[in-house]
T-cell receptor
Framework: KNEVEQSPQNLTAQEGEFITINCSYS?????LHWLQQHPGGGIVSLFM???GKKKHGRLIATINIQEKHSSLHITASHPRDSAVYIC??????????FGEGTQLTVNP | DGGITQSPKYLFRKEGQNVTLSCEQN?????MYWYRQDPGQGLRLIYYSQIVNDFQKGDIAEGYSVSREKKESFPLTVTSAQKNPTAFYLC??????????FGSGTRLTVV
């Protein structure tokens, strides 16, 4: 069983829809990261969470440490949000364990 | 602006040749990492370094080598011993509480 599981694997939405991507994990962590990877391959760090909730623009990330679950929400989605969204666990020694990613496509 | 520079963006290598991927950061981060990404799979850790002149193997270190002679630089050599080197390679750095910064990646193809 993978230490980190993301769902869904693929998600297609219409512009303006509210989007949720989920991440469940099975190990103790020091932090959880949400990353965005565009078609060219470069990765941008969106959030680093150890508890609670963070918001940046239309993006909201939450984490429930007891339930070992995190969600990434996108409000008022836009085609430029189309990307792969990756959940990553930070464990000992600042190493990251990555989920397989969620491919999001937002259609105009 | 501070960031991570990976070069080249695309690299072609003949079978049996060693090749070195460059990673430079001007963020003053202590820790640096190399990850490999294959289609449909999550990123996997090759090597990491938490301080100059020290580095540790990650989960898939076989066929790779690194050095960390300067804080700013963490080059990765893909040796001829790596059986399936065609992949996307990402370099990252971190400074603990402030999280990670990633490079734009190098796509290596063996021809």
């Amino acid at each position: 069983k993978n230490e980190v599981e993301q769902s869904p694997q693929n998600l297609t939405a219409q512009e303006g829809e509210f989007i949720t991507i989920n991440c469940s994990y099975s190990v103790g962590i020091s932090a959880l990261h949400w990353l965005q990877q565009h078609p060219g391959g470069g990765i941008v760090s969106l959030f680093m969470l150890s508890s609670g909730k963070k918001k940046h623009g239309r993006l909201i990330a939450t984490i429930n440490i007891q339930e070992k679950h995190s969600s990434l929400h996108i409000t008022a989605s836009h085609p430029r949000d189309s990307a792969v969204y990756i959940c990553a666990l930070e464990t000992s020694g600042s190493r990251l364990t990555f989920g397989e990613g969620t491919q999001l496509t937002v259609n105009p | 602006d501070g960031g991570i520079t990976q070069s080249p963006k695309y690299l072609f290598r003949k079978e049996g040749q060693n090749v070195t991927l460059s990673c430079e950061q001007n963020l003053n981060h202590d820790a640096m990492y190399w990850y490999r990404q294959d289609p449909g799979q999550g990123l996997r850790l090759i090597y990491y370094s938490q301080i100059v002149n020290d580095f540790q193997k990650g989960d898939i270190a076989e066929g790779y080598s690194v050095s960390r002679e300067k804080k700013e630089s963490f080059p990765l050599t893909v040796t001829s011993a790596q059986k399936n080197p065609t992949a996307f390679y990402l370099c990252a750095s971190s400074t603990g509480a402030r999280g990670y910064t990633f490079g734009s990646g190098t796509r290596l193809t063996v021809v």
